[in-house]
């Protein structure tokens, strides 16, 4: 029986990213579907776990995908409503691919230092900083979030609209006036994560090369990256006794987890891989 993915995205157009991953981890048809929202969502479901009856949906999963990670978060729980046992199939949410980034990060962090009873820093309270701090804090670390220095953000600056979800998370959030408060503030933490914009040098070598600091992780590959002295290829190479891990050092990873959870969803039916799911399988694949 052919393993089939149902794409569930929350774009006009299912992702291209995500069905060439899917096909790179061995699925035999992917069938996307775009513009999904909770309200849609049913027909798709009910017409993709039917045919092949109960047994059969060992072969087929679902994938939530798309760069409304909100928007996601809703599909997916809606989704999963629909299921009843015995038909429940797997099914995975990677919006944007935060999940499978924080959690490829996070665990490659994790194998070089101890994150438990640690200070950490996340800068950037978007999707891939949440899931980061989120991830710390399940390692027993103690996580400050920080937005984005006025001084760095290119036009007018605006309050990140992430601020009032993070604080509902439970994490405190710190809004640095420029750059050399946020520089004040990640001092003495152990742990520094940089979730921001593409094309955007968010943190200073300054920021980082500190007394304290014992890594720093940057999440942005495109020109000038996130974090001044980190090269994108850097993976865990050591500066001044700060390891290093760069953009495409987590890159490689997160496609090795994602490929990983594609496949977990079709060894186990009824798998459910939300941020903590994809978490568990990142500790045991990478």
Known sequence: MKKILIQLDTDEHPSAFDAIAAYDADVDVVVGYGG?????????????????????????????????????????????????????????????????????????????VTLKGSR?????????????????????????????????????????????????????????????????????????????????QILRRSGWAQDGVRVVVDYSAAEPVGVEGVDRGDSLEEEDGVLKLGALAVGGPKMKLQKSCIGRMFETKGTVLDLEGVYDVALEAL
């Not at 060992?58 to 809703?74: H, I, L, M, P, Y």
């Not at 050399?180 to 940089?194: C, H, P, W």
């Open 120 to 200: 950490a820093a996340v800068i950037g309270v978007g999707p891939v900083g949440l899931r980061t701090a989120e991830l710390l804090k399940r390692e027993g670390a103690e996580v400050t979030m920080f937005t984005f220095p006025p001084d760095v953000m290119k036009g007018s600056y605006r309050r990140a609209s992430g601020v009032p979800v993070a604080q509902e998370a439970g994490f405190e959030v710190v809004e640095p006036g420029s750059s050399d408060e946020l520089d004040a503030g990640i001092a003495d933490r152990a742990v520094v994560f940089a979730a921001g914009p593409a094309g955007t």
């Open 36 to 112: 999904i929202t909770p309200d849609n969502l049913a027909d798709v479901v009910q017409g993709a776990i039917f045919p092949r009856g109960p047994d059969g949906l060992a072969n087929t999963a679902f994938w939530v995908g798309g760069s409304k990670v909100r928007a996601g978060e809703a599909v997916f729980e809606a989704a999963r409503k629909l299921f009843f046992k015995p038909f429940n199939p797997s099914i995975m949410l990677d919006s944007d691919g935060s999940n499978t980034t924080a959690a490829a990060a996070v665990a490659k962090v994790r194998g070089a």
